[in-house]
Each structure stands twice: as structure tokens, then as C-alpha cells.
């Protein structure tokens, strides 16, 4: 019959059930590489990791809001091209009629042309992307042209950008509070005026003398001229903003590397703290065991 060994069974018992819960942790820890499965097991650390983790979700949203706007950036270049090629085609061809090597039935048939590719180009700048009109600035929801629009003449002889339905201001990627990066182009640039009112100028003659494809012819130079400026504005915005994903992909390396020094363990030491803890629950069962076959005869 055991009867003084019973309170320090229960001793020993408890001692047992700390070192099998230290071993389990120290098991855990091993497997999943971490210190804590909770922000509560990193005690004054928590605070450091919280932030840093926060920081790193900005990052990555910052990051995609980049990426976003450079396919943006990247679909408006190359639709501005397009219209490059549309413009430099028609000014070619009323080069041709300037110089007399068109006939009049050529010329209906570059009026007729010239509708085409007006009808083109304002498709172009209403392109979407995704979900959003690229060439409306902020007001990314409304298709920038409507040349039916009750404000615009379509045989105005000065500029008129009474087309424009979009917004006033560019579409931006907000850095910080304080900071931010415009991009795109709005379809009432002045390059697209006039590409716009040189083809009208075509459309719309009631006849087509040399004035009036000189006209036409001078507002088409101008606006490749101004197309190639805006290209290279584009480029610019989108090597602005390919920085900002560098710099943040470059940032979120760092954190991660500082937020894994507070969060993971080293692997050796891990496993170090295993085989001693497996050691002292070995010895705790032995020493129990040896508890249990105690008894009050032995010292009788």
C-alpha cells in the first residue's frame, strides 16, 4: 500500500505535464518554423511584427496599384500609336491631293477615307481597360468622346474639345498622403483635338479645295508632333512607376527578412531544444514510474 508517496506523485505528475507541454511546444516550434503560432508567444517582439506585417500589406497594395497602372500606361502607348499610324496615313494621302496627283473621284474617296478613320481613332479613344475608359482621366466610368454632344461644332475652325466627356483631372497612384503619381492622357490633349478637327475639316468640306486640305494637312503635322510628345510622356510615367514597384518589391525583401528574424526560430537551436526536451520528459516518466513501485513494505 503506497501511502507517503502520494504528494509527490502529484509533484512529480505536474512536473511531467510541463515538461510534455514544453516538449509539444518545442515540437511545434520545429515543424513550423516559428517561434509562436501567436503574435501573444513573441512578448515584447508582437508590437515590431504587428507593424512590420502592416507595412508589408501596404507594400504589396502599393505594388499592384504600380502594376495596374503601368498596363495601363503601357495599352495607352501603344493605342496612341495606332492613331500615329492613322494620322500620318491620311495626311500622306491629302499630301497626294495637294500636290494634284489625285483626281476628283479620289478625293470623295479620301472624304470617305477620312470618315473611316474618324470613326476609328474616336474608338480608340474611347478604348477600356478592364473596367475603366483610358482616356478619360479620373472619370474612369464615362467614355471620354461623344461627338454628338450638343457642345461640340464639327466644323469648328478653332480648337473645340466640347467632345470631352471625361474628367478633368488625371488618374493617380497615392504613394502616401502627401504624394502621388498622375498617369495617362486625357482625350481633349491638344494632339487629339486636332487630329480630331482635321479629319472633321475632311468630313465635313462641301468641297474639297487646296485650302482646305492645306488646313487639314497642317493640323495633322501638328498633331503627330503632339502625339509624339505624348508618348514620350507616357514612357516617362511608366518608368516612374516601374521605380515604385522596384523600390517596393525592394522594401517588402527587407520587411519580410526583419519580420521572419522576429517570428522564426533557427533551425539547429530548434532542434537542440527538442532533444532536450524530449530527454526531460523521458527522465520525468522514468522517475514516475519508479514513484509508483514505492511502497510503505519496502521500508518496513
Known amino acids: 500500500m503506497r501511502v507517503s508517496t502520494a504528494g509527490m506523485n502529484g509533484q512529480m505528475i505536474s512536473q511531467a505535464m510541463k515538461v510534455q507541454s514544453n516538449y509539444a511546444e518545442a ?42 497602372a503601368v498596363s495601363k500606361v503601357e495599352t495607352a502607348y501603344s493605342t496612341v500609336d ?14 497626294g491631293a495637294i500636290d494634284g496627283a489625285e483626281d ?54 478653332t480648337a473645340d474639345t466640347g467632345y ?43 468641297s474639297l479645295d487646296t485650302s482646305t486640305l492645306q488646313t487639314a494637312y497642317d493640323l495633322l503635322s501638328s498633331a503627330v508632333s503632339g502625339l509624339g510628345s505624348i508618348q514620350e510622356d507616357l514612357s516617362s510615367q511608366a518608368n516612374a512607376l516601374n521605380s515604385v514597384i522596384d523600390n517596393q518589391t525592394e522594401f517588402q525583401i527587407y520587411a519580410n527578412e526583419a519580420l521572419e528574424s522576429l517570428t522564426s526560430v533557427d533551425v539547429a537551436e530548434a532542434s537542440a531544444v527538442v532533444s532536450q526536451q524530449e530527454v526531460l520528459l523521458q527522465a520525468s516518466f522514468a522517475t514516475l514510474s519508479s514513484l509508483k513501485s514505492v511502497s510503505l513494505l519496502d521500508y518496513i
Open 27 to 68: 515540437l511545434d516550434r520545429q515543424s513550423s518554423g516559428l517561434k509562436s503560432s501567436s503574435l501573444s508567444g513573441l512578448a515584447g517582439q508582437a508590437g515590431a511584427a504587428v507593424s512590420l506585417q502592416a507595412d508589408i500589406e501596404r507594400s504589396e497594395q502599393l505594388a499592384t496599384q504600380a502594376e495596374n
Open 82 to 95: 495606332t492613331i500615329v499610324d492613322d494620322a500620318e496615313y491620311i495626311r500622306s494621302a491629302i499630301a
Open 104 to 157: 476628283s473621284s479620289t478625293l470623295a474617296t479620301l472624304q470617305s477615307t477620312a470618315a473611316g478613320y474618324l470613326e476609328d481613332i474616336v474608338g480608340l479613344l474611347n478604348t477600356k481597360f478592364a473596367d475603366s475608359y483610358l482616356f478619360s482621366g479620373g472619370a474612369a466610368q464615362t467614355a471620354p468622346i461623344d461627338l454628338s454632344d450638343t457642345d461640340y461644332s464639327a466644323t469648328s475652325a
Open 164 to 206: 470631352y466627356q471625361g474628367g478633368g483631372n488625371p488618374a493617380t497612384v497615392m504613394l502616401d498622403s502627401d504624394s502621388s503619381i498622375s498617369y495617362g492622357v486625357t482625350a481633349d490633349a491638344s494632339a487629339f483635338e486636332e487630329t480630331i478637327r482635321a479629319l472633321q475639316t475632311i468630313v465635313n468640306a462641301s
